[in-house]
């Protein structure tokens, strides 16, 4: 397989599970899809029999409370797709329609691992064109209170370097980078789940979050230790979390990013707003692209502040 083509998937793939803020059954699948036409959502079982393309993008993200959502509610909304868009930016897909019958996706295992091994059962594909990314040009840098986000310009490929630091003894301060690579996501990231603590499972239930949250899906944190019967997956699973949760929210740039992100204390809301700042300037990023020669493959650049679409239109 060819790295400097965009790819997508070889077949459909199905999977079900119930939604972990919602509690409600729901079915995707995730279907091949042409070349450049990137990472859409379809959202289908409307109460108006409508069904919704919304294109997963920063400029469709309605909000960042506990998750990202992408669309609006009356005309139709999909929450909770970071995990699956991590998996699809880890991998290397580009372009992938994902159909979806509910508002929210399935929280499976409460990781990405699911629709990594999923994605692995039927394999990628090449199309026919070549790989596109957003290279950072000028360093972009966000802050609220304490917490920052930040993107700078590296030579090449994408880094991500995010410290976490939580009052509860049981996950505290910790510090993870790394060099993403499909197989560097794979090995060290995609298993990583969810988690939340024990002490504010009613404050969620009563605003109408969590609603399916399990032991089964959910990392629980108590007072001094960590109720699952079978631990952690990872010595560090919260802070590796953290950061499978930067890829799926950055995977919201359109295009795969060349640059170095790097957070402190920052979540959904941090991740997308610096994607905001970053795209709030055409200085500050170019849009390159693979280009084959005899010998090798290089890079050339089309220009800085081209165009990535946005659309949510019905059908």
Known sequence: MRTNQQTTLKASISLSG???????PVEITLHPAPANDGICFLRTGMPNGNDRLIKAHHACVSATELCTVIGDVESG????IEHLMSALYGLGLDNVLVEIDGPEMPILDGSALPFVRAIDSVGLANCSAPKRWIKVLRPVRIEVGRSFAELRPIDRGFRLDVEIDFE??????SRKAMDLTPASYRRDIAGARTFGMMKDVERYWKAGFALGASLENTVAVGENSVVNPEGLRFADEFVRHKILDAVGDLALAGLPLQGAYRSYCGGHRMNVGVLSALFS????YRIIEAQNTRRETSLVE??????????????
Do not use: C, M, W, Y
């Open 18 to 24: 119930i939604g972990v803020h919602s509690g409600n």
């Open 302 to 315: 089309l220009g800085a502040g081209l165009g990535i679409a946005a659309f949510a239109a019905d059908l």
């Open 281 to 284: 300037d055409r200085a500050n």
């Open 168 to 173: 509860s003894p049981v996950i505290g301060r």
């Open 77 to 80: 909304a999909v929450a909770t």
